[in-house]
């Protein structure tokens, strides 16, 4: 175990995993994350500035749970970030379903890769007798 400070109040924990946040702020994190969750539902035609700004909340922090897919927009939800590989529009994730495609596509052959048989080298043949024990 490894004691930090928390990137959020300063006091010192002691550090498992995942963020650098205390156990105390990660638990507030969770409520407000509920609280913009229920608000996205009730209004799902807000943007991502003024979500920030009623339930204050960092835009980067809004981001980061859309980038996590644990926060999902609306199809005719204002809100969308670029998918981090072609730059189109998307409303939760990282990258868009023709990306994602491409890339699974991409494993499935890597995968499927046939082995290239090496050829089996030759051992040197002589008339000396051998002896196992």
């Not at 996205?40 to 960092?58: G, Q, W, Y």
């Not at 379903?97 to 491409?102: A, G, S, T």
Request: hydrophobic fraction near 30%.
């Amino acid at each position: 175990m490894e004691v930090v400070t928390c990137r959020s109040c300063g006091k010192l924990f002691n550090y498992i995993r995942g963020a650098h946040v205390c156990p105390v702020c990660q638990k507030k994190l969770e409520e407000k994350f509920l609280d913009v969750k229920k608000f996205v539902r009730e209004n799902p035609d807000v943007d991502i500035k003024t979500l920030s700004e009623e339930k204050d909340v960092s835009v980067a922090q809004i981001k980061r749970w859309v980038r996590e897919e644990r926060l999902i927009f609306s199809e005719d939800s204002p809100v969308g970030l670029p998918c981090e590989s072609c730059g189109a529009t998307i409303k939760t994730g990282r990258l868009c379903d023709k990306c994602k495609q491409n890339l699974m596509g991409g494993l499935r052959d890597a995968a499927s890769v046939p082995r290239v048989e090496r050829p089996q080298r030759k051992r040197a043949t002589d008339n000396k007798m051998r002896f196992l024990d």
